[in-house]
């Protein structure tokens, strides 16, 4: 064996630990996503709120918070961040099928 490969207990360990680290990011990222839909939400009732006061209604509420800046960005924010997540959590999942199949070639000792 050259010093440039990886015998399958090797790779079996490395890509284990890469796809622990990857869903660790997903899960980070997937945080993040609810944090922005949830000031989505919240910036929303608030507006609402302030609007019924003003005697506005609720579609009128609704159509002026959505074409706020702070709706957008926390819509951008939750896409994005929900994009990350998936990405990430494709890659674990690859990363967990790659070990799992190097565990299943392993040469077993004679």
Known sequence: ?????????????????LAESLLEKARTMMQEAETALESFVTGKELNRQLCSSRGIGESDAEI????????????????????????YYGAATANFSRALYLRSHRREPV
């Open 64 to 87: 002026r918070w959505n074409n706020t800046a702070k709706a957008r960005k926390a819509l951008a924010d939750t896409t994005f961040n929900t994009t990350q997540a998936t990405m």
């Open 1 to 17: 064996m050259t010093e440039f490969m990886i015998d399958n207990d090797e790779g079996e360990e490395l890509s284990w630990t």
